[in-house]
């Protein structure tokens, strides 16, 4: 089985400050990997995924993240954040052969960019 | 751009009342899904929906609940006798195959 792990609940930060966060995940087979946002009072939206290929994917709104197999990480960074990256992060994971097509969530990061 | 379109998008009922959430997937994608989430808390799956039957669910999703595409464009959840810890925000999504979710705008299920 799956499971996404996201170590911080809350990430409060300053505008025009860098932000990473963190997602590890645990997986017997190869992964997919996914951050979705979510802003107050929607749903959620896709920022970035990796599928195969080149470790490091750009997502929307200047986000990036960075697949690591051997840490098992799909990290989520961004230079400089804006007080509208406001909102709910999560990471999920599926698997391409693990007989399921569900995604699995992490419990989510709560990211505050204050002025 | 195609999107997921869920009705209604807040739904107010009785504890013991039938509910029926809809959902409207992308036209050309092949798996549906039913995701749920209390408030504050993590995005959980219910159930996933290929070739007209459930090829998978959670604990969660007990006999309670039931899933349906009634005529090829919509997805339908429904729960049965209403519980007041079944209060969430429920969310559909569609893909065309295992990878990349599309999800809906959700619908807040308040239970009273």
């Known amino acids: 089985a799956q499971s996404v792990t996201q170590l911080d609940s809350q990430v409060p930060v300053f505008e025009e400050a860098p932000v990473e966060l963190r997602c590890n995940y645990s997986s017997s087979v190869s992964v997919y990997l996914f951050w979705y946002v979510q802003y107050p009072n929607q749903g959620l939206q896709l920022l970035l995924k990796?599928?195969?290929?080149?470790?490091l994917v750009k997502g929307i709104n200047g986000f990036e993240a960075e697949f690591n197999k051997s840490q098992t990480s799909f990290h989520l960074r961004k230079p400089s954040v804006h007080i509208s990256d406001t909102a709910e992060y999560f990471c999920?994971?599926?698997?391409?052969?693990?007989?399921?097509?569900?995604?699995?969530f992490g419990k989510g990061t709560k990211l505050t960019v204050n002025p | 751009e195609p999107e997921v379109t869920q009705t209604p998008s807040h739904q107010v009922t009785q504890m013991g009342q039938e509910v029926i959430l809809r959902c409207v997937p992308i036209s050309n994608h092949l798996y549906f899904y039913w995701y749920r989430q209390i408030l504050g808390q993590k995005v959980e799956f219910l159930v996933s929906?290929?070739?007209?039957?459930?090829?998978?669910k959670s604990e969660i999703f007990d006999d309670q609940f039931s899933v349906e595409r009634p005529d090829g464009s919509n997805f339908t959840l429904k729960i049965r006798s209403t519980k007041l810890e079944d209060s969430a925000m429920y969310f559909c999504?569609?893909?065309?195959?295992?990878?990349?979710?599309?999800f809906g705008e959700g619908s807040r299920l308040t239970v009273l």
């Open positions: 999504a569609s893909s065309k195959g295992p990878g990349e979710l599309f």
């Open positions: 990796y599928l195969s290929g080149s470790t």
């Open positions: 999920a994971v599926t698997s391409p052969q693990g007989g399921s097509e569900k995604l699995v």
């Open positions: 929906f290929y070739n007209n039957e459930i090829s998978e």
